[in-house]
Each structure stands twice: as structure tokens, then as C-alpha cells.
């Protein structure tokens, strides 16, 4: 994936900030400087509210008293579940859907294409916190609202490229040997599109990050998950903008924009390197 990535530095940027807040969420335990849930006392036993930045505390704390870096880092682990698992339901259903309606077409591509449109006409912040405050707000429910609603994206992009690929020599010298229909579409048509399902699952990996820190901001987190849209909730009930704590909103905000941008830069990249007609 680096060797790919090299060849465009929108693509590379973008890989390396995915990477580098993998290996934040991996070793959080051991980056984190406190326990991010703790609440910690000064040396006369008051809460430590508020403490500016300092050696003991890289970011300061909140108003609660605990520590922001170490809720920073950890926060990161519910980055990377979200956005990963989000983005692999997102490109494996998109992908299913889209080789299934491009390659069989008929009736399959129209309910196919049918439910998309559908789909496409629902307002999605609106539907994710509809959702969460009709279920249990965790995970799971953002990971499923982000996979029910951008399949769509995915699909009728892998639609178009099955559309070209099933015509092509190879198919056909596929089918006149006696290959199994399920056996064409899975073993010669497939492989030829799974770039493109990397690169809608890479923009996923942002909105389904994105996603959990606006429900979590409005309140249908998962309260016991340390998240960054949660670190800004709690920030600005707090008012800390107000009292200009802005080591305390200023990098959760940063983080997330940082992740929505490194999927722009896959994608911008990406399809540089699978289209370079787009070069011109």
C-alpha cells in the first residue's frame, strides 16, 4: 500500500496519518501519561482543575481534573474501531451490491439501484441520531448507520467499472471455457475493482470518525467510551472556550480534521493513480 502511495504525496500524506493513529491506538497504554478516566488531585487534595500545560500534564486538564492528553491518545482507540470497522461494512457491502447489479443487470441492477437512490434521499446526521436515540448510542449503532448510508457511493461506482469489465476479452474467454457464472464474477471481474473499493473504504474511514464525534458532541455517544467528540462535548459544556482552555478543544478538533483529510488525500491520490487520464 506505501509502494502505491508513493507515487502520489496526497496519497502518501494520507496513509501516514492513518498509520500514525493506528499505532497511537495500539500503544495508547503505553503513550497515555495517566489513566484518561481518572480524576486527579493536587498536592493539598483538591481536584485538579483546569491545570495549565506542563511536563506533568502535556495538554492540561479538563475541568473534571483528569488529564486531556491521556484522554486524547485513548480517544484515538475509538477513532480507529469506528472508522475501520465502518469503512470495511461500507466497501464490503458497496462492493457486493455494485458487483452483483453491473454484472447480472436486469432486474437485480434495477432494486439494486432503486434502494441507492432511496438511501442517497436520507439526511444523515439526522438519521444517525434518530437511530442512537432509538437504540442503545454505541459503536455498533455508528458503525451500522455509516455502512446503511454510503454503500450507495460505493456501489454505483463498482456498478459502472463491472459494466466495462464484464465485456471485456478475458470474461469472455472465461465463459467460453466453462467457467461457473459466480466463478467469473468472483475470480476475474472482482479483482479487477477491489482499488476502487480501497479507495471508497478509505473515505469512510473519515465520515464514520467524523460521525461518532458529531453523535457524540450532541450527546448520543456511548458515555463510557473516552472518544474526541466526547472531549468536545464535555469542553464545551464546560464553557472552556469562554475561559480560552483551547489546549482543551483545540487538539480533539484537530485530530478529527487531520482524519477526514487524510481520506480526502487517499482519495485525491488514489484516483490519480487508477485514472491517470485525470492527470491531463
Not at 441520531?129 to 457511493?153: D, M, Q
Not at 463498482?158 to 474467454?173: D, G, M, P
Not at 467469473?184 to 472482482?190: D, N, R, S
Not at 450532541?218 to 464546560?238: E, K, N, T
Amino acid at each position: 500500500m506505501l509502494r502505491i502511495a508513493s507515487r502520489d504525496w496526497f496519497a502518501l500524506a494520507g496513509t501516514l496519518i492513518y498509520l500514525a493513529l493506528i499505532l497511537v491506538a495500539i500503544f495508547a497504554d503505553r503513550i497515555a501519561t495517566h489513566d484518561p478516566s481518572e480524576i486527579l488531585y493536587t498536592g493539598r487534595y483538591r481536584i485538579a482543575r483546569n491545570l495549565p500545560m506542563s511536563w506533568d500534564h502535556l495538554l492540561g486538564t479538563t475541568h473534571g481534573g483528569r488529564d486531556i492528553f491521556s484522554q486524547l491518545v485513548y480517544g484515538s482507540r475509538s477513532a480507529v474501531v469506528v472508522g475501520l470497522t465502518a469503512a470495511f461494512c461500507v466497501a464490503a457491502i458497496g462492493t457486493l451490491l455494485g458487483l452483483l447489479s453491473g454484472f447480472f443487470r436486469g432486474w437485480v441492477d434495477t432494486v439494486v439501484m432503486r434502494l441507492a437512490d432511496v438511501v442517497l434521499g436520507l439526511p444523515f446526521l439526522p438519521f444517525v441520531i434518530v437511530l442512537a436515540a432509538l437504540t442503545r448510542p454505541g459503536t455498533a449503532t455508528i458503525v451500522f448507520s455509516v455502512a446503511v448510508l454510503l454503500w450507495p457511493n460505493t456501489a454505483r461506482v463498482i456498478r459502472s467499472q463491472v459494466l466495462t469489465v464484464r465485456e471485456r476479452a478475458f470474461v469472455e474467454a472465461a465463459r467460453v471455457t466453462g467457467c461457473s457464472t459466480w466463478r467469473i464474477l468472483f475470480v476475474h471481474v472482482a479483482p479487477s475493482i477491489l482499488p476502487l473499493s480501497f479507495l471508497y473504504g478509505s473515505i469512510a474511514v473519515g465520515w464514520a470518525i467524523l460521525t461518532e464525534a458529531s453523535a457524540s458532541f450532541l450527546g448520543f455517544g456511548d458515555p463510557s467510551v473516552i472518544s474526541w467528540g466526547g472531549m468536545l462535548q464535555d469542553a464545551y459544556a464546560s464553557q472552556a472556550m469562554g475561559r480560552g482552555a483551547y489546549n482543551w478543544f483545540i487538539p480533539p478538533g484537530l485530530c478529527i480534521v487531520l482524519v477526514v483529510l487524510a481520506g480526502f488525500f487517499i482519495s485525491r491520490g488514489y484516483e490519480e493513480i487508477l485514472f491517470p487520464k485525470l492527470r491531463s
